[in-house]
């Protein structure tokens, strides 16, 4: 079946103009950053099932386990203003290869969005690849394993 192999997971098309909108809104996230230790700075930007942009920047700490990704920034924006989907995201990065989200931020993101949701991946200069979150997590966990009780023989 087409719709459960990762590989046909194909990520949902963007309109040009929320693409330059996330583009935008990220770029200016990513001059928030605080990013001493590493000195990578992330933006990232979310566009929500209203419509509405939520965006964040990576918060590094001293003791460097303690800091966080800008996705997790963006997430809570999006939380905190009342939505609960996210249908697009855009990070970007001040490296010279192509970002894409970490592992967990990857897992985060699942709570909030569904396999074909775009996760485009930016830097100053332009924009990157296009991938769908199940192309990036395949066979995921998410809030649907907690409501299936398990069958009793
Ligand atoms: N970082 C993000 O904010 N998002 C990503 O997608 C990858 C990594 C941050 C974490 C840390 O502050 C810095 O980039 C270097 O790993």
């Known amino acids: 079946m087409a719709g459960m192999n990762p590989s046909h997971s194909k990520p949902v098309a963007l309109p040009e103009a929320m693409l330059q909108s996330l583009w935008a809104a990220a770029r200016a996230a ?8 590493s000195n990578y700075a992330v933006g990232a930007a979310i566009v929500d099932e209203h419509g509405a942009i939520h965006v964040g920047c990576n918060v590094e700490n001293a003791a460097y ?3 966080w990704c800008a ?9 905190m203003s009342g939505a609960r989907k996210a249908r697009g995201l855009l990070v970007l990065g001040s490296g010279g290869a192509w970002i894409t989200p970490c592992g967990g931020c990857r897992q985060k993101l699942r709570e909030f969005g569904e396999g074909q949701m775009p996760i485009v991946s930016a830097n100053l200069q332009a924009l990157g690849p296009i991938y769908s979150l199940e192309q990036l997590l395949p066979h995921s966990f998410g809030p649907a394993h907690l409501q299936q009780p398990l069958q009793q023989p």
């Open 65 to 67: 386990p303690q800091g």
């Open 30 to 37: 990513q001059a928030r950053a605080y990013a001493p230790y």
């Open 71 to 79: 996705e997790a920034t963006a997430l809570g924006a999006l939380v």
